[in-house]
């Protein structure tokens, strides 16, 4: 790392705890700012990824810009096996933007240092990007200036309802009607059963059993083998120690049938993780934990957002009826001949479904 000073002078970090402290102060509070979005601005957060979800011979590549000795712009970012940079993203990452200091510097010479960062490679993958960040065009002017070409891709919708009296009987009016008839029937049906229960946690000695009952029912659903298998428990933990966790386990006789994690912050509550055990399907227990989850949210945290994270699940739109588009940018560099090549193959593809749509058209 740097460390002569100097009016402008980009530095690199290759870990978290490896920047300064007046570096690191780029960084959120997770407990600050607007619904759950600062969480994934803060250092708790990046040095989780750094922990527990990787990608194979990347490494963390945190990029600073400092103007008259003071930090003015951190990217926090990776490097890949084949030289190029990428956004330090995950596929749990449900934002990622640079982070900078609105007093010293503008986007757009933001987007020049990370141009400059990636002269010698192919480029620069940036994904989660809110496409509602207002910062988003400046940013991307500076790219360009840098001598970068910009193709802009659809990365994942990030579904929410804003429920500004905070009353689940709002809330619930608003849903569909098939699904307000699941939830009245199959929750009245499960808690007639002997045994049956549901249990909020947040912290304490309690934790470690909720965590192993996540675990339980995560490998008896439909989802996939996680690709970084230490993280869920390593983020419920996180979230636990910054007072942030809602874990809601369903169980019957003490067996544990349907679970989830939300991060509850600043009148928001979103989802990070949702499981049943797949035998349990025709009792729609994910559907009642879900419900009842939200309403002890809302009773009890003055919760007025619902955020169901990262991605298009088509049960999300049951759930909430606003889509936030975010988006990623490949910033290929011309000049360099991995870079032309990925350039004149998106080029190509545009053309093939010019031409295609031409042929179709009526």
């Known amino acids: 790392m740097s460390t002569t000073p100097c009016a402008t002078d980009m530095r690199v970090a290759a870990a978290v705890d490896q920047l300064p402290q007046a570096a690191l102060d780029l960084f959120a509070d997770p407990h600050q700012g607007p619904g759950v979005a600062a969480f994934y601005d803060s250092a708790p957060w990046y040095r989780l990824i750094e922990q527990t979800a990787l990608p194979s011979r990347a490494q963390p590549h945190h990029l600073t810009l400092w103007q008259l000795g003071q930090p003015v ?15 330090l993203t995950t596929p749990y990452s449900c934002a990622h933007r640079p982070l900078l200091s609105h007093n010293a510097i503008p986007a757009e010479q933001a987007g020049l240092l990370a141009a400059r960062a990636v002269r010698g490679c192919k480029g620069l993958r940036l994904e989660a990007i809110d496409a509602r960040w207002p910062d988003l ?14 193709l802009r891709f659809g990365h994942f919708g990030n579904w929410c309802e804003s429920v500004p009296d905070g009353s689940f009987a709002s809330y619930l009016a608003g849903r569909d009607g098939a699904l307000r008839e699941t939830i009245r029937r199959r929750t009245n049906r499960l808690l007639r059963e002997e045994g049956v229960r549901l249990e909020m946690l947040s912290d304490g000695p309690d934790l470690a059993r909720g965590i192993a009952a996540f675990e339980t029912v995560y490998a008896k659903s439909w989802k996939r083998a996680e690709p970084y298998p230490a993280f ?37 509550a979103s989802v990070l993780k949702l499981a049943h055990d797949m035998a349990e399907d025709r009792a729609s227990p994910g559907t009642v934990l879900s419900a009842w989850a ?25 759930w909430a009826t606003t889509r936030n588009p975010h988006i990623g940018i490949m910033a290929a560099n011309p000049r360099h001949p991995s870079g032309a090549l990925l350039i004149a193959r998106h080029m190509a593809g545009r053309l093939r479904h010019w031409l295609r749509e031409d042929v179709i058209a009526p």
């Open 73 to 87: 712009a951190l990217l926090p970012m990776l490097r890949l096996e084949d030289g190029s940079l990428s956004s």
């Open 137 to 150: 065009a400046s940013f991307c002017a500076g790219l360009r200036q840098g001598g970068l070409v910009l």
């Open 232 to 268: 869920n428990q390593a983020m419920i933990r996180l979230c636990a120690q910054l007072g942030l966790l809602r874990l809601a386990v369903l169980w019957r006789c003490d067996v544990p049938v349907a679970v989830q994690y939300w991060i509850v912050a600043n009148g928001t």
């Open 294 to 318: 939200i309403r002890q949210m809302m009773e009890h945290e003055a919760i007025t957002m619902l955020d169901f994270g990262r991605g298009d699940d088509p049960y999300k739109r049951q």
